[in-house]
């Protein structure tokens, strides 16, 4: 599965800095806007449990605001399934949640909460929503979204973002053989988290990767030389490392 790499601009963070004086500037809508028109293939945004970035209307606001697909990432709970079926986005990436983390510090235990995510899985793929698992590059994680029957993985890059040297090898190796095996098994690979410009060129090289989603290095670059100019350069950098 080789072609053209999709990009999914995480913009959870514009959000993050809106809420920091909890009016509504900067606006996430607006993010998506600009993403949209520089030639990004999806939005993708975490409406997490405590509600820290992403608030409930900016779904549907996103939604109307752009045609792109909308990757809508979601712990494995009845209140997030109902607000997923309610605005029926495009994906729905189940991520593990924990209240106090800073962020989505490991992937899901697909392997272990294999009756807690059975349903969700169902009920998603019966409304029509592509359903992926946020989960590490291990072959027991990958053979229980198998057995969940989900049609893409999100391999967590931050073992590989974080590793230095011959560790960083290894992570990308280990990136590499799970993408491959995905596919052998019908499953479509995507990967993300702390991607930035000096570490996404091995991954997107990975042939068999669909689709990364990129957040909190573009909304920081943003900060710097705009949103549009940090996306741009984030594409010319996947188009050269494919
Ligand atoms: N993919 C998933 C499933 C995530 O949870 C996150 C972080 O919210 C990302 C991608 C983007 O990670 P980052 O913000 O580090 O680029």
Redesign the pocket.
């Known amino acids: 599965m080789t072609g053209r790499l999709r990009l ?1 601009v ?1 913009i ?2 514009v959000a993050t800095i809106r809420n920091a004086r909890g009016g509504d500037h900067p606006d996430p809508v607006r993010a998506a806007e600009i993403v949209a028109a520089v030639g990004g293939d999806g939005i ?1 945004a ?1 409406l997490r449990e405590d509600r820290r970035h992403i608030r409930d209307d900016d779904l549907a606001r996103i939604q109307s605001a752009t045609d792109l697909p909308l990757n809508l ?1 979601m712990a494995a709970t009845d209140e997030m399934l109902e607000i997923a079926l309610r605005h029926s986005p495009h994906a729905a ?1 189940i ?1 593990p949640e924990r209240r106090e983390e800073r ?2 510090e490991g992937g899901l235990d697909a392997a272990g909460q294999h009756n807690r995510l059975a349903p969700i899985v169902t009920r998603l793929a019966d409304a029509g929503i592509r359903v ?1 698992l ?1 989960i590490a590059p291990e072959e027991r994680q990958l053979e229980a979204a198998m057995r969940l029957g989900a049609p893409v993985v ?1 391999f ?3 073992e590989y ?1 974080h590793a230095e040297g011959e560790a960083r090898a290894v992570e990308l190796r280990r990136l590499s053989d799970l993408a491959a095996l995905a596919v052998k098994n019908g499953i479509e690979p ?7 410009y000096e570490n996404v060129q091995p991954v997107a090289a990975i042939p068999q990767i669909a689709e ?8 920081g670059e943003a900060v710097f030389v705009g949103l549009e100019a940090a996306v741009k350069r984030m594409r010319d950098l996947m188009d050269a490392a494919r």
Do not use: M, P, Q, R
Request: glycine residues 16%; charged residues 10%; aromatic residues 6%.
């Open positions: 999914g995480n959870d963070h993708t975490h990432e990436c991520v962020t989505t992926s946020f999100e967590h890059t931050g973002a995507h990967a993300g988290h702390g991607l930035t990364l989603n990129i957040g909190h290095y573009l909304v």
